[in-house]
């Protein structure tokens, strides 16, 4: 039985050479993708523990009294934070809370105070 010959030689090489190059790129587009995951990931649970702090910090914001409110209107740096407190109407207040780096307002609120309560002889009570 006589042998069959290939055509062309080292095609198969050829082919093998080929066939790597593809897995090679695809391996290597794989390996940016889980770089990329795993940095998203990283920054999320970051941005989830700033969130998480300034929550905290706004929870204490949200007991303060009127007094502390009206002391505290405009924005000023709070620690790590920028507090930004407003005084819309009579009654109603809204607080902002920014990372320091970024203007960009991570959590804000209105929050209502009565106003004090003036007798008719001119005395405030609480």
């Known amino acids: 039985m006589p042998r069959r010959r290939s055509a062309r030689p080292g095609v198969v090489l ?12 695809a391996g290597a587009a794989l390996a940016t993708l889980a770089v ?3 940095d998203a990931v990283h920054r999320a649970e970051r ?3 700033d969130v998480r702090r300034a929550s905290a ?26 507090l930004e407190v407003q005084h819309v109407a ?4 809204t607080v902002a809370i920014a990372d320091s780096g970024d203007a960009r ?22």
């Open 14 to 25: 050829l082919e093998t050479l080929v066939a790597l190059a593809i897995l090679g790129a």
């Open 57 to 82: 910090f706004l929870d204490a914001v949200a007991l303060w009294p009127r007094e502390d409110l009206d002391r505290h209107l405009g924005a000023h740096p709070q620690g790590a934070w920028i």
């Open 36 to 38: 990329g995951a795993t």
């Open 90 to 93: 009579p009654t109603l207040y």
């Open 105 to 126: 307002p991570l959590l804000h609120t209105a929050l209502y105070r009565a106003e004090p309560y003036v007798t008719p002889d001119g005395v405030r009570a609480p």
């Open 47 to 49: 941005l989830d523990d």
